[in-house]
């Protein structure tokens, strides 16, 4: 495990960007991709995308789960999900809204389920709100959780425009550098969700199998 500094907690970041939302912003959060959804918007590109590489049945970490909107999907898909966040708020969200997959509140730089997964999905922006030293310990952990030929699904912003307000610009050198030091080999690299080939763009899913 890393002796580097973890720097601040990723739920306190994230609050820093949630404050002007209001307190109720985890609710509000789901709100908004309900309404997508109710307008007919397509809000399940990532659990689809994460889908098409699992066998039936697969046991699933939503890493960064927010109010659960992934892990919800690869529920209904058929799979074993449990979903972790370091924002009580909106596990809270997740546990009344989305029965089934298992919610807990948790650091993922000091992660332990006390149990193996196939495959473990980041979707959204969770790596730039692992600020400082907390990436490394963060990967060993999801590293950890992961069988052998496993892996981590990633996706998040590259650039000022992709990137919420108070997260972090992450490039992929540094993800891939914690990647490789958790045991992690990059398997393949998109330019989003839709299972395009990386263009150099300003979002990138990055596959990295253990």
Known sequence: MSTEDPGEHPAELWRKVARGMGDDYPDRYADRFASLAARGDDVHGEAEFVHSFLAPGSRVLD???????????????????????????????????????????ADLATLDLGETVDLVVMAGNIVPFLSGGRLGPAMERLAAHLVTGGAVVCGYGLDEQHVPTGGLLVSLEEYDRACSAAGLVLDDRFDGWDGAPYTESGYAVSMHRR
Request: with cysteine; glycine share 18%.
């Open 63 to 105: 890493a960064g789960c927010g109010t659960g909107r992934v892990g919800l999907r690869l529920h209904e898909l058929g799979h074993r999900v449990v979903g972790v966040d370091a924002d009580e708020g909106m596990v809270d969200v997740a546990r009344r809204r989305s029965p089934g997959p298992r919610w807990e509140v």
